[in-house]
């Protein structure tokens, strides 16, 4: 049967990706983003809403519209997130960690929260977090989004034992240091807290994994699918690092 996929923040990066690969599988995509500009620029064949995953009653009525429409959803990709404030943690303002924490957990929270029943009824359906390895090791001078990026992982493990009685599978995917405008803003960013070029920041964290590389956003899009297929029918409750495997994730320290 042809998959009914949705994709929270899927206009660009990772998500974008995602979408462009299930589409090619042949699936039915629809994405969410908050950005009007890249949903209107969407691929032919990605159907995209602007929604915020963290404002709960938009949530809502983007999930309702997508059961009006499709009866049902197969696979979601809770994907939105946002890098937060680089700054330690004695110069972090509050509304700066709840700004992040918004849209990497309350996001993620939300879409699983209005996907669930459709899945549950369905008895099938497989969930996807976008964490990342942000959520395996500390990340120092980015405490809201390491933060948060661990509490993903115990979403989705819970989310793993309630849903999978009813034939439901929970994963997420861990992405390493991803090429691309995101992570430039982090480099960019990294240099300049520490005292750096981009240059050495970025040597630093393809030096800090076995693979000694960046992932390219087509390596987390392809573990989706993955996980999304029935090859994966039994993996649940499991986080697949998509990282080169990383050794050392503060190398610059
Ligand atoms: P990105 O910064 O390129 O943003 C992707 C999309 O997110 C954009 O289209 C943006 O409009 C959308 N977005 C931002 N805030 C939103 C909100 N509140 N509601 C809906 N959409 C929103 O991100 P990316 O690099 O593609 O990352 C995707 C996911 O992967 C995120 O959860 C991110 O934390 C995670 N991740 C990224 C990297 C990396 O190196 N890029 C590494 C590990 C994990």
């Known amino acids: 049967m042809t998959q009914r996929v949705v994709i929270t923040a ?5 998500g ?3 979408a462009r690969n299930f589409a090619a599988d042949g699936a039915r995509v629809w ?3 908050i950005d009007a500009g890249a949903v209107s620029a969407l691929p032919d064949g990605i159907r995209g809403t602007v929604v915020n ?3 709960e009653a938009a949530m809502a009525g983007f999930f309702s519209g997508v059961e009006a429409d499709w009866g049902g959803l197969d696979v979601l990709c809770a994907n939105a997130g946002v890098k937060g404030p680089t700054a330690r943690i004695e110069d972090i303002a509050l509304n700066e960690w709840r700004s992040c924490t918004a849209v990497n957990l309350d996001g993620a929270f939300l879409a699983a929260k209005f996907a669930a029943p459709m899945m549950k009824r369905a008895r099938s359906g497989a969930m996807i977090f976008t964490s990342s390895t942000a959520g395996l090791y500390g990340y120092p001078s980015r405490a809201p989004y390491s933060a948060a990026k661990w509490a993903v992982i115990g979403l989705m493990k819970t989310v793993a034992m309630e849903l999978g009685p009813f034939g439901v ?8 240091s991803v090429e691309g405008p995101r992570m430039e803003a982090v480099l960019v960013a ?3 807290a520490k005292g750096m070029t981009r240059d050495q920041v970025y040597e630093g964290y393809a030096k800090g994994t076995s693979m000694q590389s960046f992932v390219e956003a087509r390596d987390v899009a392809n573990m989706a699918v993955f996980l999304a297929s029935d090859a994966a029918r039994l993996v649940s409750g499991q986080v697949i690092a998509v990282d080169g495997h990383t050794v050392n994730p503060d190398p610059q320290v």
């Open 31 to 33: 994405v969410s983003d």
């Open 53 to 55: 995953v963290a404002d």
């Open 16 to 18: 974008l990706e995602m």
């Open 190 to 192: 990294e240099a300049k």
């Open 169 to 176: 599978r929970s994963n997420a995917i861990a992405p390493g």
């Open 10 to 14: 899927g206009a660009s990066g990772i």
